[in-house]
């Protein structure tokens, strides 16, 4: 069996099933004992915080311990320093070059790296290159945000002065686009090749996560989804967020290089991507099968909780409920 070891898995418990269900050995490491992947996974361990300098030299002994073939980072937390570390892992690791995963973390660099690269990118400045004739209403944004932190629409120079004033975080300039906003998760191989692409909408979101949404067969979406991920040689699972316009034209505002809250879509429509995973961990090329996914499939998420009791030694272990 093919062993995964998924880092900063804190509530990532359906990605850790989904893998298990395709065969994988599942270790999960996380800062945190509370952390309720750990109890999901086949193995875990406690590591120290991602800002610790030993972080990566305890991600190595989990690797050389079990035999791990694949790290798949669940958050952004870590994945700069992971893809800058990637030879002192040991193993494959599921992300992009360290200066695309890097770029992509700050929405202005992102911004720069889609102008470069021909993604269609919303007209963004930095605060001290807003142009004269600004066209309103613009947004001021977090340049490393997420959950839609750090986000205020300014109709006008004074509100723009204002929340330039007002926002506590390093922001940018970025117009704000009107039309309707999309997400497609796309995995990709370790060349860049998109294997698949699946758009979905996003019918409902809590604290940026989208919690509501369905799989569409759009294929202009699809189309901007591989071609931005093969411009930008993506690896591995993204989740590209982009907006269409009522002209039809569309603007990538957000990729994340990693598994989207929305994952439970796509593996519901049947992407395969454990699988995907799981093949390129064992060195094999799989075939794009891009399109290849069922539309019309509706998720909407829900909390869950685990009872955990202590072991002899104080650590913690899933309580068996009586039926
Ligand atoms: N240029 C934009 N125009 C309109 N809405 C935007 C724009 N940029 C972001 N948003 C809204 O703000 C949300 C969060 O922005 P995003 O760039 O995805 O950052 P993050 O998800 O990292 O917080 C988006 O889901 C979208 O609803
Ligand atoms: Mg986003």
Same mark, same amino acid.
């Given at each position: 069996?093919?062993?995964?070891?998924?880092?900063?898995?804190?509530?990532?418990?359906?990605?850790?099933?989904?893998?298990?269900?395709? =065969?994988?050995?599942? *270790?999960?490491?996380? #800062?945190?004992?509370?952390?309720?992947?750990? &109890?999901?996974?086949?193995?875990?361990?406690?590591?120290?915080?991602?800002?610790?300098? $030993?972080?990566?030299?305890?991600?190595?002994?989990?690797?050389?311990?079990? @035999?791990?073939?694949?790290? %798949?980072?669940?958050?952004?937390?870590?994945?700069?320093?992971?893809?800058?570390?990637?030879?002192?892992?040991?193993?494959?690791?599921?992300?992009?070059?360290?200066?695309?995963?890097?770029?992509?973390?700050?929405? &202005?660099?992102?911004?720069?790296?889609?102008?470069?690269?021909?993604?269609?990118?919303?007209?963004?400045?930095? /605060?001290?290159?807003?142009?004269?004739?600004? /066209?309103?209403?613009?947004?001021?944004?977090? +340049?490393?945000?997420? =959950?839609?932190?750090?986000?205020?629409?300014?109709?006008?120079?004074?509100?723009?002065?204002?929340?330039?004033?007002?926002?506590?975080?390093?922001?940018?300039?970025?117009?704000?686009?009107? =039309?309707?906003?999309?997400?497609?998760?796309?995995?990709?191989?370790?060349?860049?090749?998109?294997?698949?692409? %699946?758009?979905?909408?996003?019918?409902?979101?809590?604290?940026?996560?989208? *919690?509501?949404?369905?799989? %569409?067969?759009?294929?202009?979406?699809?189309?901007?989804?591989?071609?931005?991920?093969?411009?930008?040689?993506?690896?591995?699972?993204?989740?590209?967020?982009?907006?269409?316009?009522?002209?039809?034209?569309? &603007?990538?505002?957000? *990729?994340?290089?990693?598994? @989207?809250?929305?994952?439970?879509?796509?593996?519901?429509?049947? =992407?395969? &991507? /454990?699988?995907?995973?799981?093949?390129?961990?064992?060195?094999?090329?799989?075939? /794009?099968? #891009?399109?290849?996914?069922?539309?019309?499939?509706?998720?909407?998420?829900?909390?869950?909780?685990? $009872?955990?009791?202590?072991? @002899?030694? @104080?650590?913690?272990?899933?309580?068996? +409920?009586?039926?």
């Amino acid at each position: 069996m093919t062993a995964v070891l998924f880092t900063c898995a804190g509530q990532r418990v359906d990605i850790v099933d989904a893998f298990r269900r395709a =065969g994988a050995t599942t *270790i999960a490491v996380d #800062v945190n004992p509370l952390a309720p992947a750990l &109890y999901h996974a086949d193995r875990y361990a406690l590591v120290p915080r991602v800002d610790d300098e $030993s972080y990566v030299a305890a991600l190595r002994d989990v690797v050389t311990e079990h @035999g791990v073939a694949l790290v %798949i980072p669940l958050t952004d937390l870590d994945q700069a320093k992971l893809a800058r570390s990637r030879d002192d892992l040991g193993t494959l690791l599921l992300l992009p070059d360290a200066d695309v995963v890097e770029r992509l973390a700050d929405k &202005y660099l992102a911004h720069e790296l889609f102008e470069e690269r021909n993604v269609p990118s919303p007209p963004t400045w930095l /605060p001290s290159h807003v142009p004269d004739d600004l /066209p309103f209403p613009v947004l001021v944004k977090a +340049r490393v945000g997420f =959950g839609s932190r750090d986000i205020y629409r300014a109709e006008n120079r004074e509100q723009l002065a204002f929340f330039l004033g007002y926002t506590p975080v390093e922001s940018m300039v970025q117009v704000q686009l009107q =039309g309707e906003e999309f997400s497609i998760d796309v995995f990709c191989d370790l060349e860049g090749r998109c294997l698949n692409a %699946i758009p979905r909408t996003m019918i409902e979101s809590k604290g940026g996560e989208s *919690i509501k949404g369905m799989t %569409i067969r759009d294929d202009a979406l699809i189309e901007l989804a591989r071609e931005t991920s093969e411009k930008l040689r993506l690896v591995g699972p993204a989740n590209i967020q982009c907006f269409r316009e009522p002209d039809r034209s569309h &603007y990538v505002t957000d *990729i994340n290089p990693r598994f @989207g809250g929305g994952f439970p879509l796509p593996l519901a429509a049947g =992407g395969r &991507y /454990p699988e995907l995973a799981l093949a390129l961990a064992r060195g094999e090329r799989p075939e /794009p099968r #891009v399109g290849d996914f069922r539309e019309g499939i509706v998720m909407t998420r829900f909390f869950s909780d685990l $009872s955990l009791t202590r072991n @002899g030694d @104080g650590t913690l272990k899933p309580l068996v +409920r009586a039926e």
